[in-house]
């Protein structure tokens, strides 16, 4: 039996700074090698996990709740030890962490895994350049996280003006303490940095438990996270173990709730209900359907801080026509949220206008062009319409390769 490791990167950022774009991104210009995914959302519908692209039986998800909130690795374990199986053929395994998860303690996990098959490939944390200060600010948690990073992707460059662009690649390039910080817009970076080569002179892939053991220190990882969480607006769990407790996790504070409804939502109620989302409602994402206001299409809504924006993109075949929707926020009413969503039901659906939808088209945004080159090693596959995001939570690997990964039109 071949002993071939199988590198594992974590791939981490905060809420919506573009680590599903990036995962998209990679799948697509993977330069022929064959990636595994596993996906950790935070909150019950597994938005993330529908909008990558898998390859057939490489995917998996982890959903409802940080999995750096995991008593143990055991769960991941199990997806790890799924995905290395010879037949699988993997080339390299990314684990999307959820905005809100500690990676130390997913990288303590990958540290601590008997799996034979795999070697721990590095931590990839994703800055949202636009967001950065404020995120920092009210999370210095952050600094902790870059200090622990091997590779610092500054994304959203475009979102930034140069001077502000100068500062900010010296405050991050200062908090990551010599790993490579490389600029982009929507993930556009050549994936040979993280599957092949490392940067030069950069200590990529070389955390070890005494870098953990560093700064205020990891979690011991065992219990509960301190604090509370607040899943599908329900269910509060708390608690707080010795030792856990030791420092403070960055989605301690925040709560999550998902929103589904079979009926359409209204798109002018759906915007007041946009335009006045609390301060504290800092992420949302999902699909809405605007029923009789556009049939044909589905409408990705993206909000991160007081950016928004909808990509609408023509129902998968096979689609249920549902709004699905997360949102994820500290210090908000998940009750109230979700009667003021409900609120924005279409009762009277044989009404619709056109002039309904402008204050939504205000917010529509053309998605990265999908004729682009890759930058230069895969070679690129169309993109693909439709929900053909694996998200196989235990599902058995597959034999050979799958189809090449496409990028998809979702979320992301
Ligand atoms: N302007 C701009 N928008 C971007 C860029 N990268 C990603 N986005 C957008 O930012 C939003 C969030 O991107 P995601 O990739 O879903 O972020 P994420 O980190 O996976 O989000 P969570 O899973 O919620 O933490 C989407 O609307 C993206 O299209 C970028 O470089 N520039």
């Given at each position: 039996m071949s002993k071939r490791q199988i590198p594992v990167v974590v791939l981490a950022g905060f809420l919506g700074s573009g680590k599903t774009t990036l995962l998209n991104r990679l799948l697509r210009y993977s330069g022929g090698n064959r990636i595994g995914v596993i996906v950790n959302d935070f909150g019950a519908i597994e938005i993330d996990a529908m909008s990558v692209a898998g390859q057939v039986g490489s995917t998996v998800s982890l959903g409802n709740g940080c999995l750096c909130c995991a008593v143990d690795g055991s769960e991941l374990d199990t997806y790890l030890e799924k995905l290395t199986?010879?037949?699988?053929?993997?080339?390299v395994i990314v684990i999307e962490a959820s905005g809100l998860a500690e990676p130390q303690e997913l990288v303590r996990m990958l540290l601590a895994s008997e799996n034979p098959y795999i070697v721990y490939g590095g931590l990839v944390e994703v800055v949202d350049a636009a967001e950065f200060d404020a995120t920092r600010e009210r999370h210095p948690e952050i600094e902790r996280h870059l200090a622990l990073a091997d590779l610092v992707l500054l994304n959203k460059t475009d979102r930034v003006d140069e001077a502000g662009l100068e500062r900010l690649r010296t405050a991050v390039g200062g908090l990551a303490d010599g790993a490579a910080v490389v600029e982009s817009t929507y993930g556009r970076i050549d994936p040979e940095l993280l599957?092949?080569?490392?940067?030069?002179g950069e200590r990529f892939g070389q955390l070890s438990f005494d870098d953990l053991r560093d700064g205020d220190g990891p979690c011991d990882g065992y219990g509960p996270c301190e604090g509370e969480h607040l899943h599908d607006g329900e269910h509060l769990h708390e608690g707080g173990v010795e030792g856990h407790a030791r420092h403070a996790h960055l989605h301690a504070a925040y709560e999550s709730l998902s929103f589904t409804s079979d009926t359409a939502l209204h798109p002018r109620r759906l915007l007041d209900f946009l335009d006045a989302r609390p301060e504290g409602l800092y992420r949302i994402k999902g699909f809405v359907d605007f029923g009789a206001h556009d049939p044909g299409n589905r409408y990705v809504l993206h909000a991160v801080g007081r950016f928004l924006r909808f990509y609408p993109e023509p129902w998968p075949r096979d689609a249920e026509r549902v709004t699905q929707l997360v949102l994820i926020g500290s210090g908000v009413e998940g009750g109230r949220l979700r009667a003021d969503l409900e609120g924005?039901?279409?009762?009277?659906?044989?009404?619709?206008?056109?002039?309904?939808?402008w204050g939504v088209l205000r917010y529509v945004d053309e998605r990265e062009p999908e004729s682009e080159p890759g930058p230069g090693t895969g070679a690129e596959t169309g993109a693909e319409t439709g929900a053909e995001a694996e998200a196989e939570t235990g599902a058995e690997a597959e034999t050979g390769a799958g189809p090449e990964p496409a990028l998809e039109p979702g979320l992301g």
């Open positions: 199986r010879p037949s699988v053929g993997l080339d599957f092949d080569g490392k940067p030069k924005c039901r279409d009762t009277e659906p044989q009404d619709a206008r056109a002039e309904a939808m």
